[in-house]
């Protein structure tokens, strides 16, 4: 069994920065992509940025020059450096990892983190 568990989410003004955390624990053997989602209210889930195991990113455009996602493979852990923020950038952010357990696994899992509160607001 695999958790993730996101951190870092808060109230903050507009054209400030929050930087999220989160962490996969558990039975891996490897991490392919790891990603931030987001979902407003009211609005339907939206990828906001993914990062593969090689550190090839992609970014929603809404958020390019804006949010940076790192990961760090040996901590299993993904980052998203949030700045600029604006208040249309308030969502539930969630954390998504496609995970192996073991080497002969030929489809890695999908695991989403519990989500954390991002709120832009002054």
């Known amino acids: 069994q695999v958790q993730l568990v996101e951190s870092g989410g808060g109230l903050v003004q507009p054209g400030g920065s929050l930087r999220l955390s989160c962490a996969a624990s558990?039975?891996?053997?490897?991490?392919?992509?790891m990603a931030w989602y987001r979902q407003a209210p009211g609005k339907q889930r939206e990828v906001v940025a993914s990062?593969?195991?090689?550190?090839?990113?992609d970014y929603a455009e809404s958020v390019k020059g804006r949010f940076t996602i790192s990961r760090d493979n040996a901590k299993n852990t993904v980052y998203l450096q949030m700045n600029t923020l604006k208040p249309e950038d308030t969502a539930v952010y969630y954390c998504?990892?496609?995970?192996?357990?073991?080497?002969?696994?030929?489809?890695?899992?999908?695991?989403w983190g519990q989500g954390t509160q991002v709120t832009v607001s002054s």
């Open positions: 998504h990892a496609k995970i192996f357990h073991r080497r002969s696994q030929r489809y890695p899992y999908d695991y």
């Open positions: 558990g039975s891996i053997f490897s991490i392919d992509i």
């Open positions: 990062i593969i195991s090689s550190g090839t990113t």
